[in-house]
């Protein structure tokens, strides 16, 4: 059985290979198979490649060509898309991770809570004040253009101690936002000066895309495909006249 299915693909395999080569080289069958035109059909097949292997070459260069604007181009918006989202992140930064809370405020890296308002850590100022009755402990804070809050603690719920623990953590807390914001600062005015480099550093961009305008304009006017063209053809009218068939 496995004898007769090699048979079967062989003979399957054989014609098409047979109606390929009559489609090649149409007319009657001598034509395709005969040693007597061999000659004819080297012709024809010689020009056939000849444009084929020129197209190939061109289409080849043109599309390294286009490959590597392409690939700089990508680098170009990569880079800045990559500084602008640094940039973004540094000035809109988020409040972080939550530190330590006492009644409603709330301590985080980079801010403070107080019910739902958010304060600006940097710059902040913690005061506290007890009552003159000694019953309850005020924690006022404060920020840079002035703003205060005020929340009210009651002694027997809020010990001196934790207050005070709590305002000093706070206030100590400010002091190394305000450190880091001066940081964050020099780092934004750096990746703002980056982000000019890189919008201006078209230089790479520019000599790709001429290289590829280049390219396609040197191979739309070179003369080496449309003779080989003009050959191709000559060859398919000498294939005419001797079959009476026009080769594709």
């Given amino acids: 059985m496995a004898g007769i299915w090699w048979a079967v693909a062989v003979l399957a395999v054989g014609a098409g290979w047979a109606a390929w080569r009559a489609l090649r080289y149409p007319g009657a069958p001598a034509y395709a198979f005969q040693r007597k035109y061999r000659s004819e059909r080297r012709d024809l097949a010689g020009a056939r490649g000849h444009v084929r292997g020129l197209r190939s070459a061109a289409l080849r260069e043109r599309g390294r060509a286009w490959l590597t604007a392409e690939r700089a ?21 988020k409040r972080g ?7 409603r405020i709330v301590l985080h890296e980079h801010a403070v809570l ?22 309850t402990w005020y924690v006022y804070l404060a920020e840079p253009d002035g703003h205060e809050l005020m929340e009210r603690f009651g002694a027997k719920e ?3 101690d934790t207050v005070r623990s709590f305002g000093t953590r706070l206030q100590n807390a400010s002091v190394k936002a305000g450190r880091r914001l001066d940081r964050r600062g020099g780092a934004i005015r750096r990746l703002e000066a980056e982000l000019l480099r890189a919008r201006t550093a078209t230089g790479p961009v520019e000599a790709a895309r001429a290289a590829r305008e280049e390219t396609r304009v040197r191979h739309e006017n070179r003369p080496e495909l449309p003779k080989a063209r003009a050959a191709l053809e000559d060859a398919k009218d000498t294939w005419q006249g001797l079959t009476g068939r026009r080769p594709r």
């Fill in 97 to 103: 991770r939550r530190v330590e809370q006492l009644g």
């Fill in 73 to 93: 181009e990508r680098a170009y918006r990569r880079r800045i898309v990559r500084v602008e989202a640094e940039l973004r992140q540094l000035r809109t930064p």
């Fill in 114 to 135: 107080v019910g739902p308002a958010e304060l600006p850590l940097a710059g902040l100022k913690v005061r506290l004040e007890p009552a003159r009755s000694g019953k």
């Fill in 158 to 160: 809020y010990p001196e």
